[in-house]
């Protein structure tokens, strides 16, 4: 039996740029994308032929992240995203927060008072929880600046 794979080539240069087997994936994204820049196609595959193409394109592969908007860390949105725009975003919040604590180390090692590492601390957005150090950011913001051009913004 052969099941529904919906593929998104980027109008631009005719690349792949994201595919599904699965309906809410493909209609998250027909509803947050840009679908100016997409042509969207369906096809038909067998589990081994879409085994394989998956294999081939994994990087196009379309999955659920969570992102959330800093003013409201709880409030968590469902976004769908593929592999290679999610290992490039989880990239950036990983140098991001490397950039933040190392920040904060070399200021926090000047001799300042604790008033002013206090300071610091607020001003880079660092946290401490459970003896781990982590920042919170307006992760769905980071998003759409890394990925903005193919996104749809609904009024």
Not at 108 to 117: A, I, Y
Request: charge should be positive.
């Amino acid at each position: 039996m052969k099941e529904r794979v919906d593929l998104f080539y980027l109008k631009k240069d005719k690349s792949l740029y994201a595919y599904t087997n699965k309906a809410l994936y493909r209609d998250l994204f027909l509803k947050t994308r840009n679908m100016r820049k997409f042509k969207h196609k369906t096809i038909k595959l067998s589990k081994k032929e879409f085994r394989l193409f998956s294999e081939r394109n994994y990087k196009s592969k379309l999955d659920i992240i969570y992102v959330s908007d800093k003013e409201d860390i709880s409030n968590y949105v469902k976004l769908v995203c593929t592999y290679d725009e999610n290992i490039k975003y989880t990239n950036f919040l990983d140098d991001l927060d490397d950039r933040l604590i190392s920040s904060r180390i070399d200021l926090c090692t000047l001799g300042l008072s604790d008033e002013e590492k206090e300071a610091i601390s607020y001003l880079t957005d660092i946290s401490n929880s459970l003896n781990n150090q982590y920042a919170n950011h307006n992760t769905l913001l980071i998003f759409y600046k890394l990925f903005g051009k193919l996104m749809e913004v609904k009024k």
